[in-house]
């Protein structure tokens, strides 16, 4: 296991930065040595590179972003069309959120996962983002240490240590299912207490899951110890094993679950997600939102109601089924691509692979630069694994489904013609 500290800035600059005008104007404006421990994210730059790209007319297909390419559920999109028309939502909502759209993401939870959620303790937010920025803030003090696995969503450690906070990144290999488990956790809680766990289930980058008996022991591990669970589910419902996804709320009321209408519904620029607090964090999550936000986009939330129907549903549930098509497309060139270890990508719609193999063959040192290989000669564009895994993310790749099965099957030609 790793673990990080907020660098201290540096003395000089720091005086210079805040001593007002009779501070040098090469020291002016100054960055904080905060904004120094949040690193870049590597694939919104190949974003970049792909939209040039398509500037020029090149047919790319876009791997290496989680963005499902269905969008918005048509009643969604119809109703945001009404909002925008009618005047409905122009203006400030209740800090966390409608009273509709709260009691709708309650009645999702009893349909989905037989849980009784008070509309009170959801809290609608700019997006998850905006739910990570304000559970961290409500339940993390400067020095606290929170674990996380590695590999994992590179946002969790760098909001993390943006505010203080020392992450412990749990090294969690494929024999673990890149998951933490109980033994991982208790050796880092005896270098020191832990005060928070991260969880992902499915993951981002590596789409496994964390079935029930190990979400259990995980939780009361944690509830024994003071250590505070945050539950990302954001994935839940893209699921390739019969199950949604487990809910850490059936295990302990006082974990915080975050959600998101981004994934499954695919409704990434709408800004919306949600937090599940206990009812103890409800006030202080309450202050915090509000002067960090104020309240989430509200004709989005307006419009995110109608994500509950049965036809929107129906139709999350095709995009489901696309990205198992596209899923069963990668496994089954697996071993005519070359990728290594890869442990069972149970949800979300992505695959994590090491590719040394790939690498040794082509006599090149990084996934990096074997990516950027494949998107110039092919026009795909994969996420090497550096945004996921800071030791053996540079030998790792992720692909994302998200672009269906169609489009998957057509990359993955590409890749193979690529190849040889």
């Given amino acids: ?29 100054a960055a904080s040595a905060r904004s120094g421990l949040v ?28 963005e499902p390419t269905q969008g918005a559920p048509s009643p969604v999109l119809a109703r945001a069309a009404e909002v925008m ?26 349909d989905w996962y037989g849980l009784d959620i008070a509309p009170d303790r959801i809290a609608v937010t700019t997006g998850s983002s905006g739910a990570f920025q304000t559970t961290f803030l409500t339940c993390f003090d400067v ?44 050796a880092a809680h005896a270098e020191a207490p832990l005060k928070g766990l991260m969880l992902a289930s499915p993951a981002n980058p590596t789409g496994t899951m964390i079935g029930p008996e190990a979400l259990g022991r995980i939780v009361d591990w944690c509830r024994a110890n003071g250590v505070q669970v945050i539950s990302d589910e954001i994935y839940h419902g893209i699921s390739y094993i019969g199950t949604r ?18 994934k499954y519904w695919g409704m990434t620029g709408w800004r919306l997600g949600w937090a599940i607090l206990p009812e103890a964090l409800v006030a202080p999550a309450q202050n915090v939102t509000g002067n960090l936000s104020l309240c989430a986009p509200v004709p989005a939330q307006y419009a995110a109601v109608a994500a509950f129907s049965d036809e929107s549903y129906a139709e999350c ?43 040794d063959r082509a006599g090149i040192a990084t996934a990096g630069q074997w990516c950027a290989q494949v998107l110039e000669a092919t026009g795909v564009a994969l996420a090497p694994g550096d945004d996921f895994d800071s030791v053996n993310g540079p030998r790792s790749v992720r ?22």
């Fill in 85 to 110: 028309t009618d005047g409905t939502g122009l203006g400030y909502s209740p800090i966390f959120g409608i009273p509709e759209l709260r009691e709708a993401i309650a009645s999702h939870y009893r």
């Fill in 317 to 359: 549930e095709a995009a489901v089924a696309s990205f198992a098509g596209a899923r069963a497309h990668v496994l089954g060139a697996r071993a005519d691509l070359g990728f290594g270890e890869m442990a069972p990508p149970d949800g979300a719609f992505y695959m994590y692979a090491g590719v040394d193999d790939i690498l």
């Fill in 143 to 186: 020095g606290d240490r929170v674990a996380l696995a590695r590999p994992g969503y590179g946002a969790y450690k760098n909001i993390l240590a943006a505010l203080g906070c020392e992450v412990v990144e749990l090294d969690c290999g494929a024999d673990e299912g890149f998951q933490p488990t109980v033994d991982l956790l208790a």
């Fill in 245 to 262: 996804g487990e809910c850490a709320l059936a295990h302990d009321d006082t974990a915080i679950v975050i959600s998101s209408f981004s």
């Fill in 39 to 66: 690193k870049p994210f590597a694939a919104m730059g190949i974003v970049a590179t792909v939209g040039q790209m398509q500037r020029t007319g090149r047919d790319t297909i876009a791997m290496c972003l989680g």
């Fill in 399 to 420: 692909l994302s489904l998200a672009v269906g099965a169609d489009r998957t099957a057509e990359a993955i030609d590409r890749i193979l013609d690529f190849m040889g």
């Fill in 1 to 29: 296991m790793t673990s990080s500290t907020p660098a201290e800035a540096d003395p000089t600059t720091r005086a210079n930065a805040v001593s007002g005008p009779a501070a040098s104007a090469e020291t002016i404006p």
